[in-house]
């Protein structure tokens, strides 16, 4: 191409994969150099600043973003009516909402849209679409169903798009891949934090890309978060009247944020820099207190008390620097689901922080469904992950808590 032999060389590879930088460095300035343009498909010069390889992502980050914005629009549009008698009850006994469902739906049918993949391969909570299709369930389908159709045609390019409820039931159904070390899966969790939805309160749709194990690509929409801190007091109320966050990364791109209704362009987003731990604020989940993470606070020195939020809007507020400690440890033998926390991991990592377990290991996402990890999940900055990892193991040893 350099010389004039060729007017255009394309390579594009079946699934998505980062190329590596040595087939790609030379040939690029030469023809550069020599007055043409080497660019990603969406016309960005390639990056070589990475390690070893180069990649864009922006297709597959923009689809997303697209299917997460509009999966929110329709929680939001759930969450302001819902009654309690709208709430089921699965066989695992959690709860879940014509919200999770249609969101699933959105998120499966927007991606498959956008993206046009062989097939789409999505880890997805909502698996199970029996209970929609028994007899009895008719009326319930059909609200979501509704849900989904409007939903889409809220957006210019879905507008005219017609979507039957076996189109909302095989979509949902997309949901059922395991996951794994190899090829592309899409992870997504379409209501994280369904109890906190019920109650009006923070939650979050997750939307993970998952390419030969490992996390690249992040998108999360947190409707009631707000934009300013999710740390702020309950009657300041200018804070609980703006609302609405997305928050997504890329690897190796950074993390950001803007607001949910769009209106702002995105800002980089960095965990915090304080160092002084009695000062610092931590997380954990909106349940009965740990004795453990009170254990390990006062070891750290941590005065103030937790502040508890569902779902993985708390990986949002400390990529933002709102907090800088989250802390979740279960009982012993439980292993967690890797849409609960894929989505949140690379956005804090990409703001600068540390995802890991009791023992300081990143989390391993390419086992399947669950998260292959000894021992609780600790989500920090650099700075403070050597102080807080002795913290742990102390507390733990003190609790005779094995890891």
């Known amino acids: 191409l350099c010389r004039g032999d060729g007017e255009v060389y394309l390579r594009f590879t079946r699934k998505p994969r980062p190329e590596s930088i040595w087939n790609h460095a030379a040939g690029s300035i030469l023809v550069s150099e020599a007055g043409g343009k080497v660019t990603s498909a969406e016309g960005n010069p390639l990056d070589f600043s990475k390690g070893n390889f180069v990649m864009s992502y922006e297709k597959e980050l923009g689809a997303a973003k697209k299917a997460v914005s509009l999966a929110a629009r329709l929680s939001q549009g759930v969450q302001k009516t819902l009654l309690q008698s709208e709430v089921w009850t699965k066989s695992d006994k959690t709860p879940v909402t014509a919200a999770d469902y249609g969101s699933q739906a959105v998120v499966s049918l927007v991606l ?3 993206l046009k993949p062989a097939t789409l391969s999505l880890v997805a909570e909502e698996v199970d679409t029996r209970d929609l299709r ?42 059922k891949s395991q996951g ?9 969790d379409p209501i994280d934090g369904t109890r906190g939805f019920v109650r009006g309160e923070q ?31 309950k009657d300041d109320k200018s804070c609980q009247d703006n609302v609405g966050c997305l ?10 944020v803007q607001p949910l209704n769009g209106n702002s362009p995105p800002q980089e987003v960095r965990v915090s820099s304080n160092e002084n731990l009695e000062e610092a604020k931590f997380l954990e989940s ?4 740990i004795p453990l993470h009170s254990s390990i606070a006062k070891k750290l020195g941590i005065t103030a008390l937790p502040v508890r939020i569902d779902s993985q809007a708390k990986y949002a507020a400390v990529s933002r620097g ?7 440890f279960t009982l012993v033998g439980y292993r967690e689901w890797i849409w609960d926390h894929a989505a949140g991991s690379i956005i804090t990592t990409e703001a600068g922080g540390v995802v890991c377990d009791a023992e300081g290991i990143p989390l391993d996402f390419s086992k399947g469904k669950r998260l292959d990890h000894n021992r609780g999940i600790i989500v920090t900055t650099k700075k403070l992950k050597p102080l807080i990892l002795k913290a742990v193991r102390e507390s733990m040893e003190e609790e005779n808590i094995r890891v």
């Open 180 to 188: 794994g070390s190899s090829g592309c899966h899409w992870v997504l």
């Open 203 to 233: 939650y979050a749709v997750g939307l993970a890309l998952l390419v030969e194990g490992k996390v690249v690509v992040g998108v999360m929409a947190c409707p009631n978060l707000p934009l300013s801190s999710a740390v702020v007091e």
């Open 134 to 175: 028994k007899k009895g369930s008719e009326e319930f389908l059909e609200d979501i169903t509704k849900l989904v159709r409007d939903t889409l045609a809220s957006d210019e390019s879905y507008a005219g798009s017609s979507i039957t409820t076996e189109d909302v039931l095989n979509a949902i159904d997309c949901g």
């Open 112 to 114: 498959e849209r956008e």
């Open 322 to 328: 709102d907090a800088e400690m989250y802390l979740r």
């Open 286 to 289: 909106y349940h009965m207190p």
């Open 247 to 256: 928050f997504f990364a890329a690897t190796g791109s950074g993390a950001y």
